[in-house]
């Protein structure tokens, strides 16, 4: 069956999982220098770049890869980023270790799965705990993988949909009021108070939160850019729309990845 089911995965990256990625691309060189004077010689740099790209790669239930991307949207600073939702098909032959283990990955979410199945292993199941707690999800190798399908995500949502429109014309209303002066002597401590249009944002994730299982709702967080909001008020109500789309109207994804070819990877 691990073989046979599909399994998913959300991330940043456009062209996930990509066999000449470089884990340095985003350093700079100031960066690399300072990594190399790590440890007892000047390869610190080099060591970790190899394990960034020797480090399994991690697949799990739908419901686990929309968790992980809300996760990081809230607790990771990437709000503001845009993820991809990933359905992935394994190779009919992917060798799997027996049995379902505990969780295997260290403080920063890393498995290499060298250092947990023999050589020759390419898949580990394990119990996850962070995202749809206690379903099985897989640490696996690059060569496990025969094939992905991918959209972008959160779903497009129609403009003219009458929460999106309502939600717009609160946001203008909120912008065009003026800003909000301290009164109590902690809010006379603060750098920023917050915008009237700041607060009506938060209102509404806190509107389309309420529609989501409870433990979700603390997880939705999406980050706003004021200027953006004033410039184009529908864009952030449809964002939240096309966020909670993902929870409460899965079929609506799945029908979605259909439509999308196959990448051989």
Do not use: C
């Amino acid at each position: 069956m691990v073989r046979k089911i599909y399994w998913y995965h959300t991330s940043t990256h456009a062209n996930w999982p990509d066999r000449t990625f470089d884990p340095s691309a985003g350093l700079t060189e100031i960066t690399k220098r300072r990594m190399r004077n790590i440890g007892p010689d000047d390869r610190a740099f080099e060591r970790w770049a190899e394990r960034q790209k020797t480090k399994a790669l991690h697949v799990g239930t739908y419901e686990a890869a929309v968790e992980n991307m809300l996760r990081r949207m809230t607790r990771q600073d990437g709000a503001e980023d845009q993820f991809f939702l990933y359905r992935v098909r394994l190779k009919s032959n992917v060798v799997i270790e027996s049995s379902v283990h505990a969780e295997p990955t260290n403080f920063v979410g890393d498995v290499q799965l060298a250092e947990v199945v023999a050589l020759g292993v390419d898949a580990y199941r394990y119990v996850n705990t962070h995202e749809d707690p206690s379903s099985v999800s897989l640490a696996i190798s690059l060569h496990a993988i025969q094939a992905v399908q991918s959209i972008p995500i959160p779903l497009a949502v129609d403009p003219a949909d009458s929460w999106v429109r309502a939600s717009a014309d609160r946001l203008t209303s909120a912008a065009s009021l003026p800003a909000p002066q301290p009164v109590t002597t902690l809010e006379r401590m603060r750098r920023h108070m917050p915008t009237a249009l700041f607060k009506e944002a938060r209102r509404m994730e806190t509107e389309i939160a309420a529609t989501l299982p409870v433990g979700l709702r603390g997880r939705f967080r999406t980050g706003f850019d004021e200027a953006k909001i004033i410039a184009d008020p529908k864009l952030f109500p449809a964002k939240l729309i096309g966020l909670a789309q993902l929870v409460v109207n899965p079929q609506a994804v799945f029908d979605l990845l259909d439509a999308q070819h196959w990448r051989e990877v």
